[in-house]
C-alpha cells in the first residue's frame, strides 16, 4: 500500500518515502532470500527422482525458481548497491513530484500546470508563444531531475549490475524480464528503426510541406499542427464524465470479466499526483490450494482534467490502458501468486500488450460511432472522424518514433563510461536521441518521461514497443478471423485464453506466435503505417456506418455486470463505490455527477 499511498500523494502519515523504502526492500529482501531458492531446488529434485508426476507442483516450483533468481544476489556489494539507489531513486521521485510546474507566459505571468495540463496546452493552443512556453516549461523536467540525483542514480544502477556481471543495467533490467540480453533486443528493435525511419523522413517532408514550412516540425508546433483544430471539434464528443461507463459498456459487449476484483481508480490530475497512469495490485489473482478462487485487488490512475480541451480523449484512453491491465491480470488463474505478479520474471510486452490491444479501440472509427458521444447522446458525426485520419493517419509514424527513441536513449545512457556522466552530458544525450530517431526534438522531452526515474519502470520502454507489434498482429488476425474487432464478444474469451489465464508462465514471443499462427514481427505495424489514406477511409466509413445501425438498438439503460466492485476515489476521498451505490450504471452516475458540479464552467 506505500506504493499507492506515496505515488498518488496521500494525506495519511503512514505513507512515507522512507516507509515505501523500508517496505519494498523487505519484499526484495523475501525474493533475495537464498534459502528459498535452495528449498525449492531441493522440492524439485525430490520431484524428480519420486517420477515427476504432479505437473502442477513442477510448474509452479519452477516459477518460484524463475523469480528467486531475479532478485538473488550472490554480492554483498550489489545489494549495497540496490539499497543505495533504491534511497536515491525514492528521494529524487518524492522532489519530482513535488516539483513546482508550468509556463512562463507571455505576458511575463507564470501559470502552474501539471505536466499534463502542459502537454495538452501544446496540442490544443492557438498561440504559439504559449505553446513554446509551455514547451520550454516540460523541459525544465530534465534540468531538475538531472541536478536532483538523477545521475548519481544512473551511476549506481550501472555499477550493481555490472557487478553481478550484466553489460549494464539495462541488460541486467531486460534479461531479468524477458529471459534474453540487450543485444538480442536491439535486434528487434533495430528491424523496426530501419524499416520505418524511410516512412518516418518521409512523413516529416510532407507534414513541414503541408503545414507552413519547417517551423511546423517545431517541438512546440507539431502536436498543435497534427491535433489542434481536430481536437477542440471533438472535444464535445468525449466528455471524461461519461469515460467510465463507456470503458464498462465496451469491455462487456466484448464479453471481458474482471472475476471478482476490487479496484480502485483515481482518476483525475491534480498537484503531488504521479504524472502517468498505472495499475498495480497489492494482491494479485490466483488458485489457492484448496481450489478456490482469490480475486485480484487492483489500483489504477489517469490524469483527466475535464477542463482543459483534449483531457477527455486522453483521460479515456488512459482509462482503457489501465483497465485494460486489470482484466488481464485478474484473469491470470494459475497455482501461485508468483504467476500473476507485475515485477521480473513477468515480461514488459506480455504485460503491455494487452492494455495496448484494448486501447486502440479507441481509435477505431467503429468504437467512435457507438462510445464517442455529446453530453446530449449525439454521435460523433462521421466528418470529424474522417478528418482526423486524414489529419493523423499519414503520420502515425511519428508515435512509433517517439516510442523507440526512449529504449534507445536509456540503451546509450546506460552505456556512457561513469566518469562521462553528468547533468548536461545526459541533457545532451537526450536532445542528440529525439534528432536521431524522431528527425527532431521531441515534443515530450525525453527526459520528461517519467518511466525512467523508478526501478519498475526504467528500461521497460522497449516493452510498448514490442507490445505494439503483437497489438497489429493480434489485431491482423482477428480481423482476417471474424472481421470485426469492436463489441465482438469472441475477443474477451481469446484474449483471456490465449493471452490472460497463462500468466507469466510462457515467454512472451511464445504466446503471440500460439495465438496468432506467426511469430512476432513488425510486419503488421509497418502494413497499417502503408496503407493508401483512401482505402483506409473507405473501410472505416464502411465500419462506422454498420457501428452506427447497431448502436441505434442497443438498450442503453441495460446494466453493465463486470463481475467486479469498483471504488472511483480522489486522493483520498471515495467519490462512488458499486458495493454501496447498488450497481455499475448507479456508480458511473454517481461520478458523472461529481464531476459536472466540480468542472461546472468547464462541462
Known amino acids: 500500500m506505500q506504493f499507492w499511498g506515496t505515488k498518488m500523494a496521500l494525506s495519511a502519515p503512514s505513507y512515507s518515502i522512507s516507509e515505501l523504502t523500508r517496505t519494498k526492500g ?37 516459477m518460484f525458481e524463475r523469480t528467486f533468481g531475479c532478485y538473488i544476489m550472490e554480492s554483498d556489494e550489489a545489494k549495497e548497491l540496490r539499497s543505495e539507489a533504491t534511497e536515491i531513486e525514492g528521494k529524487l521521485e518524492s522532489e519530482r513530484n513535488n516539483m513546482v510546474l508550468g509556463a512562463n ?76 540480453g540487450k543485444e538480442d533486443l536491439f535486434k528487434i528493435l533495430d528491424t523496426l528503426e530501419e524499416g520505418s525511419r524511410p516512412i518516418m523522413e518521409r512523413a516529416r517532408e510532407r507534414f513541414a510541406a503541408e503545414k507552413g514550412g519547417p517551423s511546423a516540425l517545431e517541438p512546440w508546433n507539431l502536436s498543435y499542427f497534427m491535433a489542434g483544430d481536430i481536437t477542440r471539434k471533438m472535444d464535445p464528443y468525449f466528455p471524461f464524465e461519461k469515460s467510465v461507463e463507456q470503458w464498462g459498456r465496451s469491455f462487456a459487449a466484448m464479453s471481458i470479466s474482471y472475476r471478482g476484483a476490487s479496484m480502485d481508480l483515481d482518476l483525475l490530475d491534480r498537484k503531488r499526483k504521479y504524472s502517468n497512469g498505472f495499475c498495480h495490485w497489492p494482491q494479485p489473482a490466483w488458485i489457492k490450494p484448496d481450489g478456490t478462487w482469490q480475486p485480484a485487488v487492483t489500483h489504477f490512475t489517469s490524469l483527466a482534467d475535464p477542463s482543459a480541451i483534449g483531457s477527455g480523449l486522453t483521460g479515456l484512453m488512459t482509462l482503457m490502458h489501465e483497465a485494460g491491465h486489470a482484466a488481464h491480470f485478474a484473469n491470470i488463474a494459475q497455482k501461485s501468486p508468483l504467476f500473476a505478479q507485475e515485477r521480473a520474471p513477468t515480461s ?3 504485460a ?53 527513441a526512449v529504449p534507445y536513449f536509456e540503451k546509450a545512457l546506460y ?53 505494439e507489434m503483437a497489438v497489429h498482429q493480434t489485431r491482423a488476425f482477428v480481423m482476417k478471423r471474424d472481421e470485426y474487432i469492436v463489441d465482438n464478444p469472441a475477443v474477451g474469451p481469446l484474449l483471456t485464453d490465449a493471452y490472460w489465464k497463462p500468466g507469466n508462465s ?24 502503408k496503407q493508401d489514406l483512401d482505402k483506409l477511409l473507405k473501410e472505416e466509413k464502411a465500419a462506422y456506418e454498420k457501428a452506427r445501425t447497431e448502436g441505434e438498438t442497443k438498450i442503453a439503460d441495460e446494466d453493465i455486470d463486470l463481475d467486479m466492485r ?27 455527477n461529481y464531476v459536472r458540479d466540480r468542472y461546472e464552467e468547464a462541462v
Open 415 to 467: 552505456e556512457m563510461p561513469a566518469d562521462d556522466l553528468t547533468a548536461n552530458s545526459i541533457k545532451e544525450l537526450a536532445e542528440r536521441t529525439e534528432r536521431q530517431i524522431q528527425g527532431g526534438l521531441s515534443p515530450r522531452p525525453l527526459l520528461s518521461v517519467p518511466h525512467l526515474l523508478s526501478d519498475e519502470a526504467s528500461c521497460y520502454y522497449h516493452g510498448y514497443v514490442l507490445a
Open 566 to 592: 469498483i471504488r472511483i476515489v480522489d486522493g483520498d476521498e471515495v467519490l462512488a463505490d458499486t458495493a454501496e451505490d447498488g450497481s455499475f450504471l448507479k456508480t458511473c452516475a454517481k461520478f458523472e
Open 26 to 62: 523487505e519484499m526484495e529482501s523475501f525474493l533475495a532470500d537464498e534459502a528459498k531458492l535452495s528449498r525449492t531446488r531441493e522440492l524439485l529434485s525430490s520431484l524428480s527422482e519420486g517420477g515427476g508426476h504432479d505437473l502442477d507442483t513442477t510448474k509452479t516450483l519452477k
Open 352 to 404: 503491455e500488450l494487452q492494455s495496448m490491444f484494448l486501447d486502440s479501440l479507441v481509435g477505431d472509427a467503429a468504437w467512435r460511432a457507438k462510445y464517442a458521444l455529446s453530453r446530449e447522446g449525439e454521435p460523433i458525426p462521421w466528418e470529424l472522424v474522417q478528418e482526423d485520419l486524414e489529419a493523423s493517419h499519414p503520420y502515425k509514424v511519428f508515435a512509433l518514433r517517439a516510442m523507440l
Open 105 to 180: 507566459m507571455p505576458g511575463g505571468e507564470f501559470e502552474e500546470m501539471s505536466s499534463v495540463g502542459l502537454r495538452s496546452r501544446l496540442r490544443v493552443d492557438s498561440e504559439e508563444e504559449v505553446r513554446k512556453a509551455c514547451f520550454d516549461g516540460l523541459n525544465k523536467i530534465g534540468d531538475f531531475v538531472t541536478e536532483n540525483g538523477f545521475v548519481e542514480l544512473v551511476k549506481k544502477r550501472n555499477k550493481m549490475a555490472k557487478s553481478l556481471g550484466y553489460l549494464d543495467y539495462y541488460d541486467y533490467k531486460v534479461t531479468q524480464a524477458e529471459g534474453f
Open 506 to 529: 510462457e515467454p512472451f514471443l511464445s504466446l503471440v506466435e500460439k495465438c496468432t499462427g506467426a511469430p512476432l514481427s513488425g510486419d503488421a505495424w509497418i502494413d497499417v503505417l
Open 348 to 350: 514488459v510486452p506480455y
